[in-house]
Each structure stands twice: as structure tokens, then as C-alpha cells.
């Protein structure tokens, strides 16, 4: 009777977890925390193990690791087996830039050592924007959970026999725990790479050690469902002060995995805040458990497994076969959504249920079955061809992938372009600022300079390539006398050049991998070495969404004195683009020194203008594409 409120209990986290990714992949503007989805896991990976293992050296004296690591294997391996080698198969058959390294990918996975793997293989930005994102980027988890079966068993029997009593056994753990915390803010704060800090096993050790200490002074065979009214009140007001901290962190901005704060202690105070919902709905006393429990929450509970390991393939599968994601946002979730729980639930039903209880003897009946002559169960027959094809397929891509040569992203023309603007950008912006610093720019009458500006445009004609791309010598000339602070993503750090011949007053600040959360700071830096220009041109929106307040507060701290030019986005294979496109114009109404550049407009119209992630512009988008920006700042520049 315990046993299974604890299962429905821990269906209802496991539900709220597999929620959370998924609403996350959906509307990572709305959703900013939806990967902490996973500290759930964890933590409830070391809370219920630890409590199996603690409950058996109490009971027996012993623990049998041999039946605990059979049974991990049956419950783990049959699922994440069939998602690669299903993949695997529809990699070889429609998505063959995918083949290289995959397989590595799958031995990294079947040994458990894939958040390895990837801290040493991660993906480059070029990679990712080539549609070329990998299926399996979120197994990594797998790998540290199933680290963690493999080494637990081996650690709780040393504390044991060391530690003896369970109060230092906790000690010990909690020690642990939060030096794993530690280590991730430290390595943060030294400049290590990203990748090794998110994916590392010692960095997220924290939630699955805290996991484990509440199993050893919160044990589950120990909890009495007879206690106070006074103590159920308590243990439900606890829950619901987690419930509300855990929500406020998942929607809060700053848990964005591209900033400090959740290296800095934010992952970790949510993780404490999982651990005592656990901890609560763990008791029978109080209403947690039942609070939890639903149909909805028991089925997605019991399957989230399985929703987990398919999230990831379905939608780079479909994304890459769908055109313009941004105009069809919600209908294609949507079917990406119907496609998850199918192939979730034929997962659990075909390959779960039936293999996590197999042994040779029901393997030899099933063979038996398959076989016999008089036998009409062609449905079963159908299903065993079907996974013996899909089994075959798969291997053939597996085997013959070590002979497709990987693409090196970091070496096509458009990383090697943005990486010689972004060294001469550093080299201009030095220059620029030391000669801003020493000189207070005056306000100039735009009649006046309009009229040297054809003047010269007669005499001395400039940057005359740029006429055939639609903008005119008087405008070139009015160009070169705008003073100007850029600040951009890798779209604007590709034309950054481009840029800098027809401005050549403009500080450019534009880099790969930009969000909007960058741009206080730089804006900060320039205001604070007098190098902010009375104009203000911004490129952002191409590596993810931001919220209308993100922008208000951005606005605020320009100020109104200075005039800004925001180029809108052209990603239309990423679900945000019309959404960022929609506060900009918002914002163009709101402030009267805000102006859009329509690029998207311009773009869309032109997809030979792109590289093939259609969002990057090739030497010739570029060109087009700084000569609209030209165009517009020319014509409402503060001079």
C-alpha cells in the first residue's frame, strides 16, 4: 500500500519535471528554466536508490548489487537501445549530414560516458545553426544516472562500514554535495569552458547527493502516516513554499543557463527546494502524495522516461523536414508534441514493459511464439520484422559512420569571416574609442552636412561598389560622418566589415552566440569609456527570443537623447523569429527615437542571399544587408 502512494507521488514530480523540458523547448522565452527539469531526476534518482540500498543493510546486513544492477539494466538499456538505433536508422535513410560520429555517440551512450563525450566533442555555433543540431544532445543525463547506479552501491557500502551511524553518513554526503556546488561556481568564475561545468558528473553531483542525505534522515520505510494535524500542516506549507520556489525559479530570467547566476548557487537552491517537495511528498502524512496524483500525471509519470529520450529526435527530425518553423509555431509543436507521446507510449508499451521483466525463459517462449508454424498472432510477427529491420538499418549506419568525414564547421567560410571581423573590430573599436575619449563630439545640422555630402558625393565619390546595392553617393557620404555603437549578434559580426568601410566612425561590438541579456553591460562599457554614440544600432534576436520588459529596460538605460536602430530578425527556421518581430514593431510605436530596419522583409524575399542555415547572410547578402542598415540610419541619425 506505501509502496505504491510513493510511486504515484514521485509520478507526479517525474510528470511536473518531463513538463518543464518539454514547455521549455516549446517557449524558451516564457519557459527560461525548463532544463532544470533534470535536478528532479537527480534528485529522485539519489533519494529512492539510496533508500532501497540504506532500507537492505538495515534489514539483511548486506545489499545484493547484483540484482540492483540487472534490474537497472533492464529498466534503462532496452528504451535508450531502441531510441538510438531507431535514430540511428532514420539518420542513414533521410538526414545523412547526421552520420558522422554517430557511432561514437551510441558507444558513449551504452558505456555511460556521453556527458563526457560531449564536453570534449561539443558542438560548435556554426553547427547548430547549419541544422545540423544533434538528436542525442540531452542523453547526457543517462550517462550521469547511470554513472551514479554503477558507483553508489560501492560508496554507501564504504560509508557503512566506515561511517556507521546514519548522522555522519549524512555528514559525509552533504560535504560531498556541496562541494560539487562549489566546484561549479568556481569553474565558472575562472572562465572554463561552458560545457565542461554544465555536463560534468562532479558538477552535478549536488543534486543526486542531495537526494541521497534525504534518504539517509528522511528514509521512506520510516515515515509514519499517524502524526500531529499541527506537523501536516507544517509538512504542507513546506511543500507548497518548494512548490512556489521551484516556479519562480523556472520562470525567472536570471536561471537562464547563459548567465551566472545559476552556476553561481541558482541550480543549486533549486535543487534544495526539489529536494524538500520530495522530501514532503515522501510522507504519508500529509497531502502531497495525493496532491500529485492524477491520471494525467501517473500516465506522463510513468512515461517520462520515454518522453525524455524521444524529445530531442522528434523535433530536430521534424524541424529539419518542415520549412519556415517561425510562420507555423504552435501547429508544428503541436505535432511535434502528438508525435513525442506516440512514440513515448509504443516505447513503453513494446519495449519497457515487456524487456524490463524479461528473463530466458520468457525470451525462449516469446522465440517459441514467433516461430510456431500453427501460430496467428501476425501482428506480433509484423512487430518483429519491423524492430529487426529498424535493428538492421540502425547498424549499418552505426558501422559505416566512422567512415563519413565530419564536417568541420569552424572552418567554412562563414566562421572564418566572422573570426577575421571580430579581430578587426577589436583593432577599429581600440582606436575609435581612444580618439572618442579625447574629443566631445558637437551636434550638427543635418541640412548643412546633407549639402557637403552631394557635394563631395561629386567631387570625391566613395565606396562606389555599394551604389548598385541601392544606396546613393549622397547617402555614403552622410554615412561616413555618423558616429554609431553597434552591438550584434553573428549575423551583424559577418558584416561587420562591410559595416566598418560605410561607417566608419561606428564602434562595432558583434560576436557569435548574443543574446539580449549581453547588451546592458556593453552598453555599460561604452557610456563608462565616453564611446557611446549618439546612435545606437542593435542586432539581436537571432539566437533566441527576449520579453517586451527586457527591452523597456533596455531603452531606459540608453535614454531618450540618443536615437536607436534595431534590425529585426530573419531565422525562419527557429520557432521566435516572428515573435521578436512583433515586440520590435511594438517598441517602434512606443518610442519615437526607436526605429526598425525591416531585414526580415528584405531577406525573405531572397533566400540566395544565405548560407544553408538561411539565416547567416553570404558576401552578397551582406552587402544588401548593410546597405539597408546604411539606408535607414542615414536617413534618421543624429549627427
Not at 534503462?76 to 535513410?93: K, Q
Request: net charge positive.
Amino acid at each position: 500500500m506505501t509502496k505504491n502512494r510513493f510511486i504515484t507521488g514521485y509520478s507526479g514530480l517525474r510528470a511536473l519535471a518531463v513538463i518543464g523540458v518539454i514547455l521549455y523547448h516549446f517557449d524558451p522565452n516564457t519557459f527560461v528554466g525548463g532544463y532544470l527539469g533534470v535536478p528532479i531526476f537527480f534528485v529522485l534518482s539519489g533519494y529512492l536508490v539510496t533508500c532501497q540500498i540504506l532500507k537492505s543493510y538495515e534489514e539483511k546486513g548486506f545489499y545484493d548489487s547484483k540484482k540492483f544492477y540487472l534490474s537497472r539494466l533492464k529498466k534503462i538499456y532496452p528504451p535508450l537501445i531502441a531510441v538510438l538505433w531507431f535514430s540511428a536508422a532514420y539518420i542513414i535513410l533521410f538526414q545523412r549530414n547526421l552520420l558522422a560520429k554517430l557511432s561514437q555517440i551510441v558507444v558513449a551512450n551504452l558505456l555511460n560516458v556521453y556527458n563526457f563525450w560531449q564536453i570534449l566533442n561539443g558542438q560548435s555555433y556554426f553547427e547548430r545553426f547549419a541544422v545540423n543540431e544533434s538528436p542525442f544532445v540531452h542523453l547526457w543525463t543517462m550517462s550521469i544516472n547511470g554513472q551514479f547506479y554503477l558507483l553508489w552501491p560501492v560508496v554507501i557500502f564504504l560509508l557503512v562500514k566506515y561511517g556507521k551511524k546514519r548522522k555522519y553518513i549524512f555528514s559525509i554526503i552533504c560535504t560531498l554535495s556541496i562541494l560539487s556546488a562549489c566546484e561549479m561556481a568556481l569553474m565558472y568564475k575562472s572562465g572554463v569552458d561552458i560545457n565542461r561545468i554544465y555536463y560534468g558528473t562532479d558538477t552535478r553531483f549536488f543534486a543526486l547527493g542531495l537526494g541521497a542525505a534525504l534518504a539517509v534522515i528522511w528514509p521512506l520505510n520510516k515515515l509514519k502516516s499517524n502524526i500531529k494535524t499541527s506537523d501536516t500542516i507544517t509538512l504542507d506549507l513546506i511543500g507548497l513554499t518548494s512548490l512556489i520556489g521551484i516556479l519562480i525559479l523556472f520562470f525567472n530570467p536570471a536561471m537562464n543557463p547563459e548567465s551566472a547566476f545559476p552556476y553561481y548557487g541558482g541550480m543549486l537552491l533549486f535543487t534544495i527546494f526539489v529536494t524538500l517537495l520530495v522530501g514532503v511528498t515522501a510522507h504519508p502524512g500529509c497531502h502531497w502524495d495525493s496532491w500529485l496524483t492524477n491520471p494525467i500525471f501517473n500516465w506522463l509519470g510513468s512515461r517520462s522516461y520515454e518522453i525524455y529520450l524521444y524529445q530531442f529526435p522528434v523535433m530536430i527530425f521534424f524541424e529539419d523536414k518542415v520549412s519556415n518553423m517561425a510562420d507555423h509555431v504552435q501547429l508544428y509543436h503541436l505535432l511535434e508534441l502528438i508525435l513525442i507521446l506516440i512514440f513515448s507510449e509504443l516505447s513503453y508499451r513494446l519495449v519497457e514493459k515487456p524487456l524490463g521483466k524479461i528473463s530466458w525463459l520468457k525470451l525462449k517462449q516469446f522465440w517459441r511464439q514467433v516461430f510456431a508454424k500453427n501460430t496467428r498472432n501476425y501482428l506480433l510477427r509484423a512487430q518483429v520484422i519491423l524492430a529487426g529491420l529498424i535493428f538492421l538499418i540502425g547498424s549499418i549506419a552505426i558501422i559505416i559512420s566512422p567512415t563519413v568525414k565530419a564536417q568541420n564547421f569552424n572552418q567554412t567560410q562563414l566562421a572564418r569571416r566572422i573570426r577575421a571581423n571580430c579581430k578587426e573590430q577589436e583593432k577599429n573599436n581600440k582606436a575609435l574609442i581612444t580618439k572618442r575619449q579625447n574629443i566631445s563630439p558637437k551636434e550638427q545640422k543635418k541640412a548643412k552636412l546633407l549639402k557637403e555630402a552631394e557635394s563631395a558625393a561629386k567631387k570625391h565619390p566613395v565606396n562606389k561598389s555599394f551604389v548598385k546595392y541601392g544606396v546613393s553617393q549622397t547617402e555614403l557620404q552622410l554615412a561616413r560622418r555618423v558616429e554609431l555603437t553597434a552591438i550584434g549578434d553573428s549575423v551583424m559580426a559577418g558584416s561587420s566589415d562591410d559595416l566598418n568601410r560605410l561607417m566608419p566612425k561606428a564602434v562595432i561590438d558583434a560576436a557569435i552566440s548574443r543574446q539580449l541579456s549581453v547588451s546592458f553591460s556593453l552598453l555599460k562599457y561604452y557610456r563608462s569609456k565616453n564611446a557611446l554614440g549618439k546612435n545606437i544600432l542593435i542586432g539581436l534576436g537571432t539566437n533566441g527570443p527576449f520579453k517586451m520588459a527586457d527591452l523597456n529596460e533596455l531603452m531606459k538605460q540608453i535614454g531618450k537623447k540618443k536615437q536607436v536602430f534595431w534590425i529585426n530578425t530573419y531565422v525562419p527556421n527557429k520557432p521566435w523569429q516572428n515573435e521578436v518581430n512583433r515586440l520590435l514593431n511594438e517598441a517602434a510605436k512606443k518610442y519615437p527615437n526607436f526605429t526598425v530596419i525591416d531585414w526580415y522583409s528584405n531577406a525573405s524575399q531572397h533566400p540566395n542571399w544565405f548560407y544553408e542555415d538561411k539565416t547567416h547572410p553570404t558576401p552578397l547578402g551582406s552587402k544588401h544587408y548593410s546597405a539597408l542598415i546604411v539606408k535607414q540610419i542615414v536617413e534618421k541619425a543624429k549627427y
